[in-house]
């Protein structure tokens, strides 16, 4: 009997490809989903627009979601901006430059993830992916794009710190929760995070 | 190798030719439990034989049909050794063009468009794209989808066409092997006998090499040449001729045993005697339909009894499955009423559907089709607790205390057979465990009605019988059963009543709502033009309202879009339809800068800390014209722009890597389907006693359960999709394209357009003293 031996490859398979992008499917429908059932989230903030930042990490997800399921560098950045495309396609109020705000956050997730040279998939790497998520889509809405011009220094602080954080809950504890949740039903057994669930929460996996 | 031959009598057999299937000591082993195994085994296959594979349930008959399509892979969990050859060459060489169809229709299909779906694997091999074009026509015709258009969209097609869309496409690659893995299993009758002759034409078409795996043998037994049958744990345990199965009086018992459904064979059960009780449930012309938009179903009277089962029957389309979701208090009637007596009811009101789900479930339980949607919980065990801890934290005196719940969830693990699975993870079961878990589950809060939709479909003949000895065991218990159903087996099995629906015709002009995304666009002057184009103008536009937020710029783009609507085809009410969500986005926008926004000149409304004033007015509204400015644009090239054309053009003339390109399109195509899904999956929830109350916390988990359960649907069903991929030989090598995108001056007009835009917004924004540099 022969034994392959583990590989590590950094190149995306097919089935790479097409988990991630429906990851990022299933996250356009979970919004869309919300958003029939709740009306628009923001609506709820609009008493003081700033804070609604603090839901925004929702809009992260995919981008730390897709990066713990597919481990493959360029998993945060592919899911961060087709989920994106999908925003776009179903009507995004800021058009195409929606894209930009994909791209940015993506990136955000997609530098943590490369720092740690692809090797660790925990709770603190989640978490910092997540946040960095947020810093980096913040940043550009406030400063780059400039969608809150009239927002004072403050505010648009407030904006960036809020939505940060948001990422760090959102987009990085849930996304971690949600992958060790998915490994313990066996729909990732083709993927390489189909132990997950069994992985140290803090540590590190020994190859 | 692929060699053209000339004067086929349909232009479909020859090109390849058929190629012979050989193992020889092959054995392919996993750590994991998720997948079956199989080893030492030996057969060949000679070129264009028909053989019908069987084998109980985990041996592995999946495993080796992928083996042979070469898309099983390894990894660390996986060890094999041994050979699998397709002809000379390994199966995992990919040397030979072999066709895959798995069970599930949705993931068959990569393409939105018919004859592009046709064209897929064709263009993956390299064809020529004038040869692929010859080829679509044949193909469809093959598998009775003559009457389709190349433009009809995929999402609109049933399980039964999707699968024979599926089979044309392997058609159109002149397979050597076709390969089915359980092809009618998720589809309904009538549907199955449409492919089943489309496959056997396919083969005598193609003189492919046949290979079918299926429990409902008679379906395809006297077509085939050869019955090879797989010994869990290894090896082949028969090799006969197909006339063994209706003869050889040992090896049926043997096969039926296994829970195959041999020719003539129907498991024994029980019979039962009922009296029937008290009225539960009454239906009064009711008429049941999914969302408010679409079309109600045909009235319907019932009055269903204590200890009575009735089965629904009916044509696809009919609206079974609605009636079931009504009947089970999870849909709001269209018209006509639903009654619970007091019996059933208690004191919760004679209205199912205005019953809190905890309610619901110790009253009526309801089976969905597919258990997965079912799933509420981390154990087996919990799940079988989860309803009567729901019924009991929804009326303090149903009646399930602790002791009471913990002697009934042992009792049902007993029963079925679970106790050994009682800690695993119900995702994990397999299948015919599944399906018996999501009836158990249902059953723990021994609800007086119990309905089922297709109980059987799909199931083995063990599965089978366990299903129809539990629901006799229910109604002798006095409950009812309600079951939607094509299986007049198990009808008689329960001794049901029958109804019958009638199929509520479409009104013309309605077609299946078609999902956000559309395949095809309406044609127009607009709709001819090259994606790219249309996306490099859409970029020249946004250019200048990223760089300046003041009302005019924003107006001028608004104005434009708005003269150019006639381009696109494109009335105003239709563009209205589709904008009006970005308006009222806008105006949320809007309406945040201009409570937020720097105060100055008069104060127009005080609302505690904030304070709208005539500047922060002016500022919101500048905010609301660039939002409006940057969205509108994009409304009119979404309705002139399919996104495969997009696709196509950006892999073939920007050189985006098409497997990236092609993966998120077939990805995006589950878009509607998934939407659906999470739909279906609130009901299915509700019908566990998953409600939308308690506090918000309990609220928060209920919708992360619901976001999770999806998920796994769609990674499930992506693991399914890349499959069909990869058997379709994509991402291997070089491609063709059936579809070459044009660049003309038309385009490069069109560009031009947005350009002239883009500055006469910048430049009439700055004459008129408004432009506002957003970074100054």
């Not at chain 1, 990490?57 to 945060?76: E, S």
Request: overall charge neutral; proline content about 5%; charged content about 15%.
């Amino acid at each position: 009997m022969t034994t392959t031996p583990l590989r590590r490859t950094s190149t995306w398979r097919v089935a790479d490809i097409v988990v991630a992008s429906v990851i990022a499917v299933a996250s356009g429908v979970v919004f869309w989903g919300w958003n029939a059932s709740y009306g628009f989230v923001s609506l709820a903030f609009v008493a003081f627009p700033p804070a609604s930042a603090f839901v925004s990490g929702m809009w992260l997800f995919p981008a730390v979601l897709g990066a713990l399921i597919i481990r493959k560098p360029g998993a945060a950045l592919y899911c961060e901006l087709l989920a994106a495309v999908i925003s776009a396609l179903l009507g995004s109020q800021w058009g195409i430059a929606v894209l930009i705000s994909g791209l940015v956050q993506g990136l955000g997730a997609e530098v943590i993830f490369a720092a740690l040279r692809y090797r660790l998939w925990n709770l603190p790497a989640a978490m910092l992916a997540g946040t960095f998520a947020g810093l980096f889509g913040a940043v550009t809405e406030a400063y780059i794009l400039a969608y809150f011009v009239e927002y004072t220094a403050g505010m648009k602080i407030f904006h960036v710190v809020a939505m940060s954080l948001s990422g760090l809950v959102i987009a990085g504890i849930l996304s971690f929760v949600a992958t060790r949740a998915l490994a313990r039903t066996g729909a990732l057994s083709a993927l390489p995070s189909r132990r997950a669930n069994l992985e140290p929460v803090f540590g590190t996996v020994r190859p | 190798m692929r060699t053209a031959h000339t004067g086929h009598r349909n232009g479909l057999e020859g090109g390849t030719r058929a190629l012979a299937i050989t193992a020889e000591n092959f054995s392919w082993q996993h750590t994991d439990r998720e997948q079956a195994a199989f080893s030492q085994l030996n057969f060949r296959i000679p070129p264009g034989q028909k053989v019908l594979l069987l084998g109980p349930s985990g041996a592995g008959k999946s495993t080796l049909l992928h083996a042979m399509a070469g898309v099983l892979h390894h990894d660390e969990t996986t060890t094999s050794s041994g050979t699998l050859s397709i002809g000379d060459h390994s199966a995992f060489a990919h040397t030979a063009t072999v066709g895959l169809m798995q069970q599930d229709p949705e993931t068959q299909i990569v393409q939105a468009k018919v004859g592009d779906d046709v064209a897929f694997g064709a263009e993956n091999l390299g064809v020529d794209p004038a040869q692929i074009a010859a080829r679509i026509t044949p193909a469809l015709a093959a598998v009775g989808l003559s009457d389709l258009s190349a433009e009809h969209p995929t999402q609109q097609l049933s399980g039964g066409q999707k699968q024979r869309l599926a089979l044309a496409g392997i058609l159109a690659m002149r397979p050597s092997v076709m390969l089915l893995d359980e092809p009618t299993a998720n589809i309904d009758p009538e549907g199955a006998g449409l492919l089943r002759q489309a496959v056997l034409q396919a083969a005598s078409d193609s003189g492919a090499t046949l290979v079918v795996v299926e429990h409902r043998v008679e379906r395809w037994l006297d077509a085939m040449d050869r019955v090879l049958v797989l010994a869990p744990g290894g090896g082949i345990s028969h090799d006969v001729a197909p006339r063994a199965l209706r003869e050889d009086l040992h090896l049926r018992s043997e096969l039926a045993t296994a829970g195959i459904w041999i020719p003539d064979y129907l498991p024994a059960t029980s019979a039962f005697t009922r009296n029937p009780g008290a009225t539960l449930l009454t239906a009064d012309s009711l008429q049941a339909r999914r969302a408010s938009a679409a079309r109600a179903g045909e009235a319907v009277d019932l009055e269903i009894k204590a200890g009575s089962a009735t089965v629904i029957r009916g044509a696809n389309g009919a609206g079974k499955t609605t009636l079931a979701l009504t009947l089970g208090g999870l849909l709001e009637p269209a018209a006509g009423v639903l009654h619970a007596s007091d019996v059933l009811a208690g004191d919760a009101g004679s209205t199912p559907f205005r019953w809190k789900a905890g309610q619901l479930v110790a009253r009526i339980g309801s089976v969905f089709q597919e258990p997965e949607h079912q799933f509420v919980a981390q154990t087996v065990a919990e799940e079988l607790a989860y309803g009567p801890r729901r019924a009991q934290a929804a009326d303090p005196d149903a009646g399930f205390s602790q002791e009471f719940i913990e002697q009934r969830t042992g009792e049902l693990l007993e029963r079925l057979g679970l106790l050994h699975l009682a800690q695993a993870n119900p995702y994990t079961l397999s299948g015919g465990e599944k399906r018996r878990l999501s009836v158990a589950t249902v059953l723990a809060a021994r609800p007086d009605v119990l309905i089922l939709d297709e109980p059987t479909f799909g199931q083995d003949a063990n599965t089978w019988r366990e299903v129809v000895e539990l629901l006799g065991e229910v109604l002798l218990d006095g409950a009812a059963v309600i079951a939607v159903t094509h299986d007049e087996h198990f009808a008689r099995a329960l001794g049901a009543e029958q109804i019958h629906l009638e199929a509520v015709a479409a009104p013309p002009g309605s077609p299946r709502q078609e999902g956000p995304i559309a395949a095809a666009v309406p044609d127009s002057w607009l709709a001819r033009r090259n994606p790219l184009a249309k996306l490099a103008a859409i970029i020249a536009i946004t250019v200048p309202l990223i760089a300046t937020i003041d009302p005019v710029s924003g107006a001028v783009v608004i104005v434009a879009t708005l003269l150019m609507l006639p381009l696109a085809n494109l009335g105003i009410g239709r563009f209205l339809k589709r904008a009006w969500p970005l308006v009222l986005a806008g105006v949320v926008a809007a309406w945040g800068i201009a409570l937020v926004g720097e105060d100055a000149g008069r104060t127009l409304l005080t609302l505690g800390v904030f304070t709208i004033t005539e500047g922060s007015l002016a500022g919101g509204f500048a905010t609301g014209m660039r939002a409006l400015g940057m969205a509108i644009p994009m409304v009119l090239i979404l309705s002139t722009t399919s996104p495969s054309d997009l696709g196509s053009a950006l892999s073939q003339q920007l050189r985006v890597p098409h497997r990236f390109v092609l993966g998120a399109l077939a990805g995006m195509r589950l878009l509607g389907l998934l939407a659906e899904e999470f739909t279906t999956l609130k009901l299915a929830r509700r019908a566990r006693g998953v409600g939308n109350f308690g506090s918000p916390v309990q609220r928060l988990k209920a919708n992360l359960g619901q976001v999770l359960a999806l998920l796994v649907q769609a990674i499930r069903r992506a693991g399914r999709l890349a499959t069909t991929m990869e058997a379709k030989g994509f991402g291997v090598g070089p491609r063709s394209w059936l579809h070459t995108p044009h660049f003309g001056w038309r385009d490069v007009l069109v560009i031009g357009v947005g350009l002239a835009v883009a500055t006469m917004a910048a430049m009439i924004a700055v004459w008129t003293g408004h432009w506002n540099l957003v970074w100054s």
